[in-house]
């Protein structure tokens, strides 16, 4: 019975989120914090993965190929499409459940414990819409963020592949542009902006209706980790099935 009203809640949560909407001037101010806080501040975490996750791609798929007739070009082609498909979307997001959810959480969390919710309400304003819209808004700027994870991933395999001495930089390279179906990078997208949603909302939930003090808020924290990443792996498999499975 919990779950079933752990799900009421966040459905009842959404339908307020975009219901009666704070001044347009107020709004404007919180999502610029939100996208500094969210997106700008994970640019490096997210560039430093990218590029060293990238470089073991091309090196474990480098030592892998023992068969001669298996050309050089795989390497790039491998990088690419582990990286597109799975690494930038997917696991950056899981990482990002950890950094911005964790964060999202914990700072709706101690505006609860502090009772800033509650003077918001006393105030008449729509803290959810206040809260957790901005973070909506700030987080469909998410897929840049993967652009670059999948940027850096690439020329991370590129550094690693060349300089490791696995393959040339005109292999790699013919690698990286064999086969390459447009159609792959809508579904990376599409599904970037399913994270995104999930990252915004299900973290702000957690710290929203969480009940305590201090404590609890760490524990709000765990639990907003665990079920964002859930739900962005189950996510993932709906999508891929949906998307890839024609």
Known sequence: MKYIEDIGSYFIM???????????????HLIFKEINDLIISSLGIVAFISFFVGGVVAIQTAL????????DSLIGFA???????????????????????????????SMRVTEQID?????????LNYLVFPKIVALMFYPFVIVLSMFLGVLG??????????TSSSDFIAGVQEDFIPYQLFYAFFKTFVFAFILATVPSWQGFYMKGGSLEVGKASTNSFVWTSVLIIAANYIITQLLLSS
Do not use: C, H
């Open 14 to 28: 959404l339908k307020k989120v975009f219901g009666s909407f704070t001044k347009t001037s107020v709004l404007r």
């Open 64 to 71: 892998n190929m023992d068969n001669p007739i298996i050309p």
């Open 79 to 109: 990088t690419r499409q582990s990286v597109i498909l799975e690494f930038a979307p997917t696991f950056i997001s899981i990482i990002m459940a950890g950094k911005v959810g964790s964060f999202i959480t914990s700072s709706i969390g």
């Open 119 to 127: 003077a918001l309400e006393v105030m008449g304003i729509n803290s």
């Open 157 to 166: 395999g590129w550094v690693a592949g060349v300089y490791g001495g696995f």
